[in-house]
């Protein structure tokens, strides 16, 4: 196997995952050896080709020439967007509209110059929390595995992606110069508790994508970080093992109230790196993380966290979240190709490289090769049960493939009457033409299989629960 170094950069290629130990057809995976993956940044390459896209001031939001200028104004159109806008999501709206007072009060011909100096610092404020929670996502590029006798390595180039054009170009048709511009790289958790389970999640059905299904553990989007102090703009510091593993601390903490005393670094292992083919490409860092709690204990400390308090969970709305399974090879075998409801492709990815850990460990090599090669055949049978059974119920209700679910209408009502708030001498064509501006962005239905943006019921599949049920994995309601 060629060394780092005998691998010639590529910049704009979109890197696939080389000679993968793992390929269900949907998402490809490396596994590591006993001690995990020692992970290392080659090199920072810049954002290509960048334009300005209005935003609050001094910090403009960039994007490359290497889109369309309908996808520019999409993106421009989504990123202000009152309603559901990236900049209401990144709280960029906040400084907008702190910013259009501030100016609002310099124009008067007696401004307050107290009333100036506290807009000033509510700006500087609201813009700072513009800037974090608009932090640059990592992209990976050049993957290659280094195999030694002193442990296994990735090495990989890095480049900085925005949230909103990952969140807006990532998907499924995209031209692979927009895929370039628009993959980034995320982290994922399966957890193993003190009495052997295996943590599953029930997806919110508010989730964007894969709402209302079935989850591993702990996900999270990767966050980079910009080295201005090089004065490079638009590189990115190297990331190392420390940073991805304080992004899944992080996750830990505030999903489930895991601190570092239950979760210690002894006790999550780099098990490996997933590549997601379908529906839409991304890489994403797997892990597996063993906790000195026990199922139920990781329940109640659930309930307790900040951001249950602050979204008013209670604890049975965190038994309605939480599942969990047996931490053996036959659950997971089960969970990937038994149940007819989608998971998230690199979670599946998780999963099966966690359960190939543990036939490893438990069995040895050969059994654990063998469980490997039944469980890829068993994903890629499971995936067409599944596409099969929306086609199905589209060829037997074909006006399904016309309606808007429920979820959605009140969204777009909102949206419409903020727009006829905003333009009061909006005529009925303009609000018609803005309504179905508000229809068309919203997910569509594929004739031919399921859509990660739909929930499972909505696309003739068995939901959440009657799906777990069913597998025998979980037995209540």
Request: aromatic share 6%; no cysteine.
């Amino acid at each position: 196997m060629p060394t780092p170094e005998a691998v010639k950069s590529n910049p704009e290629a979109f890197h696939s995952l080389q000679n993968p130990d793992m390929d269900a057809g949907i998402f490809k995976a490396y596994i590591a050896g006993p001690q995990g993956f020692e992970i290392k940044t080659n090199e920072s390459l810049f954002r290509r080709s960048p334009f300005d896209l209005k935003g609050p001031q001094n910090d403009r939001i960039k994007v490359s020439t290497g889109l369309s200028s309908e996808d520019k104004d999409l993106l421009a159109d989504r990123m202000s967007d009152p309603v559901d806008g990236e900049l209401k999501f990144t709280k960029g709206l906040d400084a907008q509209q702190v910013l259009e007072k501030l100016r609002t009060e310099k124009q008067k011909s007696q401004s307050d110059p107290e009333r100036v100096k506290a807009l000033e610092e509510e700006f500087a404020s609201a813009q700072h929390a513009y800037i974090d929670r608009n932090a640059p996502k990592v992209a990976l590029r050049n993957i290659r595995r280094t195999v030694t006798p002193q442990g296994d390595q990735l090495t990989f180039d890095i480049k900085p992606v925005s949230f909103p054009v990952s969140k807006n170009f990532a998907k499924p048709g995209a031209s692979p110069e927009k895929l370039n511009l628009a993959e980034s790289a995320a982290t994922a958790m399966v957890l193993i508790t003190s009495d052997n389970k295996i943590l599953i999640t029930h997806r919110s059905i508010n989730n964007e994508v894969y709402p209302d299904m079935i989850g591993t553990s702990i996900a999270g989007a990767f966050d980079g970080t910009f080295d201005r102090d090089s004065k490079q703009k638009g590189k990115l510091k190297p990331i190392t093992e420390q940073d991805v593993l304080k992004n899944i601390r992080k996750e830990a903490k505030e999903e489930l109230g895991i601190d570092d005393q239950h979760l210690g670094e002894a006790d999550i292992t780099l098990v490996g790196l997933a590549e997601e083919t379908q529906p839409y490409l991304h890489h994403e860092f797997l892990y597996l993380g063993k906790t000195k709690y026990t199922s139920a204990e990781i329940r109640k400390n659930a309930s307790e966290t900040e951001r249950a308090r602050k979204n008013n969970l209670s604890i049975h709305d965190i038994e309605s979240k939480f599942d969990f399974i047996d931490a053996t090879p036959e659950a997971i075998f089960t969970l990937l190709t038994k149940v007819a409801s989608p998971i998230p492709k690199t979670h599946q990815a998780n999963l099966a490289v966690v359960g190939y850990k543990l036939a490893y460990a438990r069995d040895g090599k050969q059994s654990a090769e063998e469980w490997k090669k039944k469980t890829e055949a068993g994903i890629i049978a499971n995936n067409l049960v599944i596409d099969n059974i929306v086609e199905k119920a589209y060829s037997a209700k074909p006006d399904l493939l016309k309606s808007i679910p429920q979820r959605f209408i009140k969204k777009i009502d909102d949206a419409v009457n903020k727009f006829k708030e905003a333009n009061p001498q909006a005529s009925e064509s303009e609000i018609e033409t803005y309504r179905q501006k508000r229809v068309s962005y919203l997910p569509k239905r594929d004739p031919k299989g399921y859509s990660f943006e739909l929930t499972p019921v909505e696309q003739g599949l068995p939901g959440y629960n009657e799906a777990m049920k069913e597998s025998g994995l979980i037995t209540k309601d």
